[in-house]
């Protein structure tokens, strides 16, 4: 499977080519047309909020975990997060990205949701919501 450069923990400065941000644009798209998302509260998240409980948020969270490959039968494949990330990237966040491994919740969008969170608790800095 194609991984896409699109980490939930991307810098918000981090620039992404243009073929990048096209496949992050169409999953983005995608996963917000599937669970009905308010896309305002990736906006805020990205701004520096803290991720909200919102059920279509914590789906949405889910659904691009999955078509990423970083998300299967709710279980946080680590090794396939740890393997998408740019080197620098990988070298600030890597014990992180271990260490909250899956954080499972009632299901999967929880589950989901929870791991954001904490990777979001993790390195605020560089966190960052497609």
Same mark, same amino acid.
């Given at each position: 499977?194609?991984?896409?450069?699109?980490?939930?923990?991307?810098?918000?400065?981090?620039?992404?080519?243009?073929?990048?941000?096209?496949?992050?644009?169409?999953?983005?798209?995608?996963?917000?047309?599937?669970? #009905?998302?308010?896309?305002?509260?990736?906006?805020? =998240?990205? $701004?520096?909020?803290?991720? %909200? &409980?919102?059920?279509?948020? *914590?789906?949405?969270?889910?659904?691009?975990?999955?078509?990423? #490959?970083?998300?299967?039968?709710?279980?946080?494949? =680590?090794? $396939?997060?740890?393997?998408? %990330? &740019?080197?620098?990237?990988? *070298?600030?966040?890597?014990?992180?990205?271990?260490?909250?491994?899956?954080?499972?919740?009632?299901?999967?969008?929880?589950?989901?949701?929870?791991?954001?969170?904490?990777?979001?608790?993790?390195? *605020?800095?560089?966190?960052?919501?497609?």
């Amino acid at each position: 499977m194609y991984y896409i450069l699109l980490m939930c923990l991307l810098s918000s400065t981090l620039a992404m080519d243009e073929e990048m941000a096209e496949l992050a644009k169409m999953l983005r798209d995608s996963c917000s047309s599937e669970t #009905g998302v308010d896309i305002s509260l990736l906006d805020k =998240v990205n $701004a520096g909020a803290d991720l %909200m &409980p919102d059920p279509k948020l *914590k789906c949405y969270t889910k659904c691009f975990m999955e078509t990423a #490959g970083m998300l299967s039968e709710g279980t946080v494949d =680590v090794d $396939a997060v740890i393997a998408i %990330m &740019p080197e620098d990237f990988r *070298k600030r966040n890597e014990d992180k990205i271990r260490a909250c491994g899956t954080q499972k919740g009632v299901d999967d969008c929880d589950t989901a949701f929870l791991t954001q969170v904490c990777w979001q608790k993790a390195n *605020k800095a560089d966190y960052f919501l497609v």
